[in-house]
């Protein structure tokens, strides 16, 4: 079946840091892959997604970069910021879903904590 | 604005009650979704309606039962026989494949 996996947590961080979040992932052919967001006390909201392979997808200053040949949607940003402090999930689409999110796969999630 | 409204955001309720959460919509969207969280376990699918008067079974539906009269409307009862129904709960909308739409959340602890 498909799976996410995403590195343990929490992650702790000096503000202006370089910030790297793994993610890989298990699926057949070519699913939709995605970053959530879910800032304390919050549901989750899409931060970026990426639709095939090569893509990248970037918001906010986050990038991630579709790699099929290692399966994997690592999150960066250059600089982050105390506001980034949340818990962040990757999650994948299969390719025959459907059209709705009925096969959505989520990952863990890793907390991100970042210090002044 | 357009979003989703769950309510009420804390619940608290005594063993053997059935509780019902509220999720509304105004994206006009005909996907909908309810998930559980627990810490350390990501999100977890309980059920999802892809259009009216018809829903599916997700991976933990044990213990929980919804309807989809409206469109606008999703409501998830827990009902006694959900043995650890202690969670955040959160009810998501689609527009389109893994795009989800969350609200805020509704926080239930079993006294």
């Known amino acids: 079946g498909n799976s996410v996996t995403q590195m343990e947590g929490p992650v702790t961080l000096s503000e202006e840091a370089f910030l790297t979040i793994n993610c890989t992932y298990t699926?057949?052919?070519?699913?939709?892959l995605f970053w959530y967001v879910q800032y304390p006390g919050e549901g989750l909201q899409l931060l970026l997604k990426a639709t095939k392979a090569d893509d990248k997808g970037s918001n906010k200053g986050f990038e991630a970069t579709y790699r099929k040949e290692t399966t994997s949607f690592h999150l960066e940003k250059g600089s982050v910021q105390v506001s980034d402090s949340a818990v962040y999930f990757c999650a994948l689409s299969p390719m025959y879903s459907g059209g709705g999110a009925d096969g959505l796969t989520f990952g863990k999630g890793t907390h991100l904590i970042i210090q002044p | 604005d357009g979003g989703i409204t769950q309510s009420p955001k804390y619940l608290f309720r005594k063993e053997g009650q059935n509780v019902t959460l509220s999720c509304e919509q105004n994206l006009n969207h005909d996907a909908m979704y309810w998930y559980r969280q627990d810490p350390g376990q990501g999100l977890r699918l309980i059920y999802y309606s892809q259009i009216v008067n018809d829903f599916q079974k997700g991976d933990i539906a044990e213990g929980y039962s919804v309807s989809r009269e409206k469109k606008e409307s999703f409501p998830l009862t827990v009902t006694s026989a959900q043995k650890n129904p202690t969670a955040f709960y959160l009810c998501a909308s689609s527009r389109g494949i893994g795009e989800l739409f969350f609200g805020e959340g509704s926080r239930l602890t079993v006294l």
């Open positions: 699926a057949t052919g070519y699913p939709s």
